[in-house]
């Protein structure tokens, strides 16, 4: 409804409770539910409309504001292809009761700082704090997307973008909302404790190495010294889990959290983890950063492989056996070959001449066909397990608190071994703080247990087993 005390050329329009309801039931990063709350009219003479869309919790715009209706709005239509901007310093207001000053082009392209905590936008606004920002945003420093002053002539013109700023230059004054039960690390953990927890160690990075590519000596040397059908299916095994280990050595030095450098990240972890199981580092980081930034928003690349969970027994039971009969392997592997360019990918090859070189020389050239055993028939069941584990039994895929979205598996030693190498387990610790290398992850884990951050969330699973159980129904 319109509130008709608003001076006829800014009014401020109130949305009822199911309203407000429905469209935070329904936020999400994309269309969602745009609820009106501004209307004037502009210099132009044309009759203009606001919309704030609510964001998932944990975003930017997911609160739905009071206005002054005294306000007086003088901004217009400057390009309806693309919406109206604002070219004036805006004000956002997040969840956490924070606010953030933006600037806008006509591309779109925001200037975007934060502020502390205030008890009034006014106060803000006359803040130090302010000031800085004010200057960064000058200088286009720290150019971003988001913030769109979202206008309307009769019709929505922001498409899948809206959210609302604030023209600060009147000088609102009114409390911000406090934050509620947004998860905010540093309730949690000091300064100071984060920066211990991210130091790198090169000694631990080079013993992750060691320990992958010996096991994976260790069981091809358990096959060739004992060869018999027990040894055989255990080396397949551990093989397989290794080659997930190398994976995984792949993703953290993507994250640049094994090594203390960014260039033995990225050299090491291409070379000796990337390269054996034909993965560019580079893309893989392109591709598991996004996963990261969209986690818990149906942007996430990784969505479609859990979106289905929980599913029947006998719906797991399906993709199981299509894993353990090797359909799933023959599929990747004939994608794989698709895609396949000599020209930049010599190094996989190099590797497969290598190992099945050696096992030759050895007298024992049949085991080389063991790696691609496990890769073809058992990797893809340990790959389908740890991402159950981590996204496939969470509370809700919908919301960005990392508790609801993400999940922890506590492993035994043998699942360590098969199925959650070097650390992987602990994922929702890696969601939270994703710099913190994953030796020290497991510390990280026990510290917030002990401070109540999983009180309140179901988002631990006691091994692969539980997993299981968890995902079906």
């Excluded at 401020?12 to 609820?35: C, K, Y």
């Excluded at 013109?157 to 540093?186: A, E, Q, T």
Aim: net charge positive; charged share 20%; proline share 5%.
């Amino acid at each position: 409804m319109v509130d008709e005390g608003a001076p006829s050329h800014a009014r401020a329009l109130t949305n009822g409770f199911e309203a407000i309801r429905a469209a935070f039931l329904d936020a999400s990063h994309d269309v969602g539910n745009p609820l009106p709350i501004m209307r004037w009219t502009d210099t132009a003479g044309n009759e203009q409309i606001a919309f704030m869309s609510p964001r998932p919790v944990g975003t930017y715009a997911n609160l739905v504001l009071e206005y002054d209706p005294r306000w007086t709005v003088t901004r217009s239509v400057v390009n309806r292809s693309r919406c109206g901007f604002t070219q004036a310093p805006s004000l956002a207001v997040f969840a956490t009761g924070k606010l953030g000053i933006c600037c806008l082009d006509l591309d779109s392209t925001a200037t975007f700082g934060s502020l502390s905590d205030f008890d009034h936008i006014g106060q803000a606004l006359q803040s130090d704090a302010a000031r800085r920002i004010f200057a960064e945003l000058a200088n286009g420093v720290a150019t971003s997307k988001g913030c769109q002053i979202c206008l309307a002539s009769g019709e929505q013109l922001c498409g899948p973008s809206w959210s609302i700023g604030f023209d600060i230059r009147r000088g609102l004054v009114f409390p911000l909302p406090r934050r509620d039960r947004m998860m905010k690390l540093s309730d949690y953990l000091s300064r100071a404790e984060l920066v211990r927890l991210n130091r790198r160690s090169d000694l631990r990075a080079w013993w992750a190495f060691a320990a992958n590519w010996g096991l994976i000596a260790l069981a091809f040397a358990l096959v060739i010294v004992w060869p018999n059908p027990l040894t055989l299916v255990v080396a397949v095994l551990v093989l397989a889990g290794r080659q997930l280990g190398l994976g995984i050595l792949v993703h953290d030095c993507a994250h640049h959290a094994l090594f203390r450098s960014t260039r033995m990240n990225e050299t090491v972890g291409q070379w000796l983890a990337g390269w054996p199981m034909n993965i560019s580092l580079a893309d893989y980081r392109t591709y598991h950063l996004s996963h990261h930034r969209h986690a818990g928003t149906p942007r996430d690349p990784d969505l479609g492989f859990v979106a289905a969970y929980p599913v029947s027994r006998a719906s797991l039971r399906r993709k199981l056996w299509r894993d353990l009969s090797g359909r799933t392997g023959l599929r990747d592997l004939r994608l794989m070959l698709a895609r396949f360019r000599l020209r930049r990918q010599w190094p996989w090859v190099a590797f497969h001449v290598l190992l099945a070189g050696m096992l030759a020389a050895l007298g024992a050239g049949w085991a080389y066909g063991l790696w691609w055993v496990a890769w073809l028939f058992v990797y893809p069941v340990i790959m389908r397990l740890r991402q159950i584990g981590e996204h496939g039994v969470v509370a809700d895929r919908g919301q960005t608190d990392p508790r609801l979205n993400t999940a922890t598996t506590l492993v035994s030693w043998w699942e360590r071994l098969l199925i959650a190498p070097n650390h992987v387990n602990w994922h929702l610790e890696h969601h939270v703080a994703g710099g913190v290398p994953p030796y020290r992850l497991k510390r990280m884990h026990q510290v917030l247990r002990e401070r109540g951050f999983y009180e309140g969330h179901d988002a631990i699973s006691h091994g692969y087993r539980d997993v299981i159980r968890r995902a079906t129904v």
